[in-house]
């Protein structure tokens, strides 16, 4: 609810901020173009709530991030980041300009009309900032994997012993580059080298990063959920405190509604009569629902608990552990059913991942 005398719309760049104003008792609208420095943001806030305070502050979430926020939220004033896709913009505009967007924020605020998202502590975004760097180690040794291999493929070699990318393999890619490659060429194996060398920093890169998650994960604010989350199959360490991180506060969501926030939910075109789904909506966190769907990729085999399973049952309370084992089972079930009814893999393990969001959030919200 607006409670403030006046609303403060900023439109944040980063290297320039327009400011606009609104005086809700007098109508007066004060617009100013600002430096990014967050103290002279502060000051010009203060400035305000002296002769029209108080005020509500109100920017779009983006690259420039929180501290903003945080800052002004520490001077004494209210303030609120702005989900941008939420955001309720005319249809026949056709201007924007900072201006507009500065007096738009404004405006919406005035009218109770913004969809904040949750502004996190300087801790929950330093591990987010974590989680984050390990997602970009996995892409670059992913595509560092795939040149190497797709490399290898274009001489005619495939390797054909098993699992790719352990022990057995190296040394295939060693014995591969001593006996055959220099036969292709010094520009072919210049090329391999460097590839070579690639995956090695890039495997070396995540597995540093893997080890401060782990340590983080077992002694910060998400040890207990993520230990929670753990009890369902496809969530280890690194996954649970990812989720636990990247969704936040769970408690703000529920059973029902963590589907389509994460958007796991099918989208829709409907009128009168006529009803038209699609896709899944793939709004929300796009780190968090990649998780849910390659998780949920390992509820489609047998289910039988093992070491690995009873351990991490064994870090979480027992009604946690025995709430993860119906999870499991559930799951599984539903895999079956699934797959009976011939439905897409694909199609399949997405609706598998919705139902797995509800049951991270009934474990996540657990008092014990």
Request: proline residues 3%; aromatic residues 4%.
């Amino acid at each position: 609810m607006f409670i403030d005398r006046t609303s403060v719309g900023l439109d944040v760049h980063a290297r320039s901020v327009r400011a606009a104003a609104i005086d809700s008792v007098t109508g007066e609208l004060i617009e100013r173009s600002i430096s990014p420095v967050t103290e002279q943001i502060v000051a010009f806030v203060d400035e305000l709530a002296v002769d029209h305070g108080p005020v509500l502050v109100t920017y779009e979430a983006g690259p420039t991030g929180y501290g903003l926020a945080r800052a002004v939220l520490a001077a004494g004033h209210r303030c609120q980041v702005a989900a941008p896709s939420k955001l309720l913009r005319p249809a026949g505009d056709r201007v924007k300009t900072d201006r507009r967007d500065a007096l738009l924020l404004a405006r919406l605020a005035r009218n109770d009309d913004i969809v904040a998202v949750t502004i996190p502590t300087v801790a929950a975004e330093s591990a987010r900032d974590l989680v984050r760097a390990r997602e970009d180690a996995r892409m670059v040794l992913m595509a560092g994997r795939h040149r190497l291999s797709k490399l290898l493929l274009r001489h005619g070699h495939v390797y054909d012993g098993g699992q790719a990318w352990t022990g057995k393999h190296d040394a295939w890619l060693r014995r591969t580059r001593k006996d055959h490659l220099p036969l292709a060429g010094s520009g072919t194996l210049a090329a391999f080298d460097d590839a070579y060398d690639a995956v090695g920093h890039a495997l070396a890169r995540r597995d540093r990063l893997d080890a401060m998650i782990t340590e983080q994960a077992a002694d910060s604010e998400f040890t207990a959920v993520t230990r929670r989350l753990g009890c369902l199959r496809g969530i280890s360490t690194t996954t649970g405190f990812a989720l636990a991180v990247e969704i936040g506060d769970l408690q703000r969501l529920t059973g029902a509604t963590i589907g389509s926030y994460l958007g796991l939910v099918p989208s829709e075109s409907s009128s009168g009569a006529s009803r038209m789904q699609g896709g899944i909506t793939k709004t929300g966190n796009s780190h968090a629902r990649r998780l849910l769907i390659e998780a949920a990729w390992h509820h489609k085999p047998l289910y039988q608990p093992g070491k690995t399973m009873q351990d991490r049952w064994a870090l979480a309370p027992a009604t946690a552990a025995a709430r993860g084992d119906a999870g499991n089972r559930r799951l599984h079930r539903r895999w079956d059913i699934l797959t009976a009814h011939k439905k897409r893999h694909t199609v399949a393990n997405t609706a598998i991942a919705r139902e797995l969001a509800g049951w991270c959030w009934s474990l996540a919200v657990m008092d014990h």
